[in-house]
């Protein structure tokens, strides 16, 4: 298992932006696809977005493209979720996720669904209201 703990999440207005972040404890992520998952109330969970361990890219849902941005941040050893011109469509409890999958044979490949990905945080809050 890999320990994932979320955190940064809160209330924003709409419009606003927040960052939140998953550390990784007891080993390097370098070779698994970072993920990150949103479930709102009554709700499935859904993906957000991702970066692939295999080639370094980025995959997001057409939902939060261009909003949203996944990077990492090495000294740390974490993986953030910036999330900008948020909307109340935004809301749910936030997840972040790790799977092996990255390539199939030499093409990339990147997990979209949750059940393709092994270990999970306990999730953050993100509430966006006015």
């Known amino acids: 298992q890999v320990p994932l703990k979320e955190s940064g999440g809160g209330l924003v207005q709409p419009g606003g932006s927040l960052t939140l972040s998953c550390a990784v404890s007891?080993?390097?992520?370098?070779?698994?696809?970072m993920g990150w998952f949103r479930q709102a109330p009554g709700k499935e969970r859904e993906f957000v977005g991702a970066?692939?361990?295999?080639?370094?890219?980025?995959t997001y849902s057409p939902s939060v493209r261009w909003r949203f941005t996944v990077s990492r941040n090495n000294p740390e050893n974490t993986i953030e979720l910036l999330m900008e011109k948020m909307k109340p469509e935004d809301t749910g409890v936030y997840y972040c996720?790790?799977?092996?999958?990255?390539?199939?044979?030499?093409?990339?490949?990147?997990?979209?669904?949750?059940?393709?990905?092994?270990?999970w945080g306990q999730g953050t809050q993100v509430t966006v209201s006015s």
């Open positions: 996720a790790t799977s092996r999958k990255g390539h199939d044979g030499g093409d990339v490949y990147t997990p979209v669904r949750a059940d393709e990905y092994d270990d």
């Open positions: 007891g080993r390097s992520f370098g070779s698994y696809t």
């Open positions: 970066r692939n361990w295999y080639d370094s890219s980025t």
